[in-house]
C-alpha cells in the first residue's frame, strides 16, 4: 500500500525567512509526485509534478527536489501570500490514483 | 482552457436526506475522480470514473455513488446522509491515461456540504 507522511504538519515562518517542507513517500514503482497548494475553502492547485529521482523543478519562490525516498518544497524568501496547505500526492504503478499526505499548513507572517 | 466546475458549491442538508453533486471535467479530459475532504481524515479518494465505468474506488459505504455520462460529467451521490458525511467534497479531473506520464489531478473548488 502506498504511503505518504508530510512534515511538519504546521509551520510558521516570517517574510524573508526560507524553509522547507517534506514529503516522505514508499511506493511501488514510482510514476510521480505532485504538490499541491490548498487555501482555505478552496480545492488544490497543482504545483508540480517530480518523477524521477535528482529531478527539481522551480516556480516563482518555490523549488520541487525528489529522491528515492522523499521529496522536499524549498520556499525562498516566502511573502504572506505563500501561506496555504502543501499537499504531496504519489503515484504508483498499478494505480491510476495518487496517494495524498496530509499536508503541511504554512502560515507567512508580515 | 477552462477548469473544472463543481455545482453547488454549497449544501445544506438534514440527516437522511440524500444529495447529488455534480462536476464537469477539463474539456477533453476523461476521468473523474470524487475525494472528500474533511479536518480529521484529510483527503480521502471516493471513486474515479474512467469513460463511464468505475475504473477505482475508495473504503466508503455503499451510500456513496456516483456515475459519468459520456461527456464526461460526472455526478456523485449521497444517500441517507449522516451528520459525519458533512464535508468538502472534490472533484479532479486527469486525461486518465494509462501508463501516461501527464496524470497530474486538477481540482474543482468543491462542494461544502453540511449535515444537520
Known amino acids: 500500500e502506498d504511503q505518504v507522511t508530510q512534515s511538519p504538519e504546521a509551520l510558521r515562518l516570517q517574510e524573508g525567512e526560507s524553509s522547507s517542507l517534506n514529503c516522505s513517500y514508499t511506493?511501488?514503482?514510482?510514476?510521480?509526485l505532485f504538490w499541491y497548494r490548498q487555501d482555505p475553502g478552496k480545492g488544490p492547485e497543482f504545483l508540480f509534478t517530480?518523477?524521477?529521482a535528482g529531478e527539481e523543478k522551480e516556480k516563482e519562490r518555490l523549488k520541487a527536489t525528489l529522491t528515492k525516498k522523499e521529496s522536499f518544497l524549498h520556499i525562498t524568501a516566502p511573502k504572506p501570500e505563500d501561506s496555504a496547505t502543501y499537499l504531496c500526492a504519489v503515484w504508483g504503478g498499478g494505480s491510476y490514483i495518487p496517494t495524498f499526505g496530509r499536508g503541511t499548513s504554512l502560515i507567512v507572517h508580515p | 482552457k477552462a477548469g473544472v466546475t463543481q455545482t453547488p458549491r454549497y449544501l445544506i442538508k438534514t440527516r437522511g436526506q440524500q444529495v447529488t453533486l455534480s462536476c464537469s471535467p477539463i474539456s477533453g479530459h476523461r476521468s473523474v475522480s470524487w475525494y472528500q475532504q474533511t479536518p480529521g481524515q484529510g483527503l480521502q479518494f471516493l471513486f474515479e470514473?474512467?469513460?463511464?465505468?468505475?475504473?477505482n474506488k475508495g473504503n466508503f459505504p455503499g451510500r456513496f455513488s456516483g456515475r459519468q455520462f459520456s461527456n464526461s460529467r460526472s455526478e456523485m451521490n449521497v444517500s441517507t446522509l449522516e451528520l459525519g458525511d458533512s464535508a468538502l467534497y472534490l472533484c479532479?479531473?486527469?486525461?486518465?491515461?494509462?501508463?501516461?506520464?501527464?496524470?497530474?489531478?486538477?481540482f474543482g473548488p468543491g462542494t461544502r456540504l453540511t449535515v444537520l
Open positions: 511506493v511501488s514503482g514510482l510514476r510521480g
Open positions: 517530480l518523477y524521477s
Open positions: 479532479a479531473s486527469s486525461p486518465g491515461l494509462a501508463g501516461a506520464l501527464y496524470n497530474e489531478q486538477f
Open positions: 470514473y474512467f469513460s463511464e465505468t468505475q475504473r
